[in-house]
């Protein structure tokens, strides 16, 4: 029974996360008296109904913005040649994967009183006195779409490549301009995309605590950085699991009305999707309809009229389009090429341009021992949590292939709701789950706090792997007296082998670079390297952040080069050999 092999993964959340979450509920609700006390006292506090209409107010205000950016900037990766496009994408991936710690810290050291902005300007005799770009609402905003903005490119890229784009050209034919072709062709098939990466961006920014912290004032908190000062600051267990539910049931009604599909399914259209709840509302498609057929015959005029003529000159579309590219691409890689430059800065403190360059800085890390400590931490929890979630989710992969398609989809979802749900939600759970344990505190307890969320990437990653895989190879080996066990060693493991180090990888990445979840659960004895970054940032301008934080941006950038480095090496020449030769 292939269902079997997702035991492991399944046992590793359910104790960590799934019980716990359950317990977290029942605690919000005065178990065993049942009572919606500590709702009531939520929302009996202005501030607190304030500060929730807030925290979605800057979730839905910073979906906008990234919606708005990502959008034309994913339409014009995907209309670029084939060979910019790979560019292109890899210069969005590579912010996607830096830590964004590091570029949270990379806006301080811009917007700050005496950041590149402010120095500029007063050298120019512009201002008299720093302007005050940082600690306020924009300031959260630039810091969150930064971070974000890459999460919903990557998903309209996907969807847009795989729309025909002869149904544009075959829409232009029937006298459509190229807006409506656009709008009324292109626009609802990349609806997925929309849809998909909006929600995710809106459920993550729901969890955000250290942007807003880092960039924001006092009067733009956000729920989950009160939540994370109440857990370490006095413990009332029953508010605070109220305001984590309170603040998991705004995503879960914003995810049904919507109709996010987690289960990654392949091979369903915009239409089959599942219905969210917004379809039971009236449709304004009559009223359209008559309006369509009043100016029928205005545009059949404007069409024949328009048949034989040339078309208008298309150089100013390509130049704007090129010019956002640029802006775009400048505003995802500027801050961290800024940190970069000043890591090699001689002086004592952080200037740009620097007044001369040294290697003080990485000078001082290495010679640190509380840096180096933190680091090694951060490797050894690393890897371990490499190592468990990519044993673990490889086998759930492999069975989630085999078993039927609704059951999938289920069991997908579930291993998917530590990344989908709010991360300071998972993080109060998880802290619950290993007070239970009594591993709070404790290297094993951040492992297994680490490893729940790392399970998903892996799932997903190794999963897209065997959706390509032909299993016909695997019969055929069986065919020639296989057993199951070397069936799977010397045919099946070879092929997946690429999605295997790709799931391990990012895996890493997530441990390496997980620091809200950890200072819930890392008590005093555990220091990872991002907690002691987000530490030193909060109480103390120490220069050798910026030496850290290039560090931690090289780690993506070497890890990307052995996921492609291994996917070539074992990839199609790999399947070509065993297709000639399946034993």
Not at 35 to 59: C, D, K, M, W
Not at 93 to 114: C, E, F, H, K
Not at 127 to 149: D, E, Q, T
Not at 214 to 226: H, P, V, Y
Request: with cysteine; proline share 6%; glycine share 8%.
């Amino acid at each position: 029974m292939p269902i079997v092999l997702t035991g492991p993964a399944l046992a590793v959340l359910l104790f960590v996360f799934g019980i716990p979450i359950i317990l977290l509920l029942l605690t919000s609700l005065n178990a065993p008296a049942f009572s919606l006390a500590n709702y009531q006292a939520f929302f009996g506090h202005p501030a607190n109904v304030r500060v929730l209409i807030q925290t979605v107010e800057i979730s839905v205000v910073a979906t906008a913005i990234c919606l708005l950016i990502g959008y034309p900037t994913a339409y014009l990766i995907v209309a670029a040649s084939k060979y910019l496009r790979t560019a292109l994408i890899v210069l969005v991936i590579v912010p996607y994967l830096t830590s964004g710690l590091v570029r949270t810290y990379a806006w301080t050291v811009i917007l700050g009183d005496r950041g590149i902005i402010n120095n500029l300007l007063l050298d120019l005799g512009l201002i008299s006195s720093p302007l005050p770009l940082i600690y306020n609402r924009m300031a959260v905003y630039i810091g969150m779409v930064h971070i974000m903005l890459p999460m919903i490119i990557l998903p309209l890229v996907s969807v847009m490549i795989g729309i025909d784009k002869s149904l544009m050209a075959a829409a232009r034919s029937m006298g459509a301009r190229p807006f409506a072709a656009f709008w009324r062709v292109f626009f609802p098939l990349s609806m997925p995309g929309v849809r998909s990466g909006s929600l995710l961006v809106f459920v993550i920014c729901l969890g955000f605590y250290i942007t807003p912290a880092a960039l924001g004032g006092l009067g733009d908190a956000m729920l989950s950085t009160i939540m994370a000062s109440q857990v370490q600051t006095y413990l009332d267990m029953g508010l605070i699991a109220a305001e984590a539910f309170v603040l998991l049931a705004v995503a879960i009604v914003v995810l049904s009305m919507l109709g996010l599909d987690l289960s990654g399914t392949q091979g369903r259209t915009a239409q089959s999707a599942g219905k969210p709840w917004l379809s039971w509302l009236p449709s304004p498609s009559v009223p359209k309809r008559y309006l369509s057929e009043l100016i029928a015959p205005i545009r059949a005029k404007r069409w024949t009229a328009q048949l034989y003529q040339g078309g208008g000159d298309g150089r100013w579309p390509n130049v704007v389009g090129a010019m956002l590219l640029v802006v775009v691409m400048f505003y995802l890689l500027f801050p961290e090429l800024l940190v970069v430059v000043m890591s090699f800065s001689a002086g004592r403190f952080l200037t740009f341009p620097p007044s001369g360059l040294s290697l003080q800085w990485y000078r001082s890390f290495f010679g640190d021992q509380s840096w180096y400590d933190a680091a090694w931490t951060s490797i050894q929890i690393g890897a371990v949590v490499a190592i468990l979630s990519t044993i673990v989710g490889t086998l759930a992969a492999y069975g989630f292939s085999r078993t039927l398609p609704r059951l999938r989809r289920i069991l997908t979802m579930v291993i998917l709701t530590p990344i989908t749900f709010p991360v300071i939600v998972v993080g109060i759970a998880t802290y619950l789950g290993l007070v239970k344990l009594g591993l709070l505190g404790s290297m094993t307890g951040v492992v297994l706090a680490h490893t729940i969320g790392a399970i998903g990437y892996v799932v997903v990653i190794v999963s897209a792997t065997l959706a390509n895989f032909d299993r016909r190879l695997e019969q055929a080996a069986k065919s020639l007296r296989a057993s199951p066990w070397q069936t799977f060693m010397r045919v099946t493991l070879p092929l997946i082998r690429p999605g295997i180090i790709g799931g391990a990888v990012f895996a890493f990445l997530h441990s390496f670079d997980e620091v809200v979840i950890t200072s819930l659960v890392s008590g005093f004895s555990v220091r990872t390297l991002p907690l002691k970054m987000w530490e030193d940032i909060r109480h103390q301008i120490d220069p050798t952040i910026a030496a850290v934080s290039v560090l931690l941006m090289v780690l993506p950038v070497f890890c990307l080069i052995v996921v492609h480095v291994t996917g070539w090496r074992f990839g199609p020449r790999r399947q070509l050999a065993l297709s000639d030769h399946p034993t």
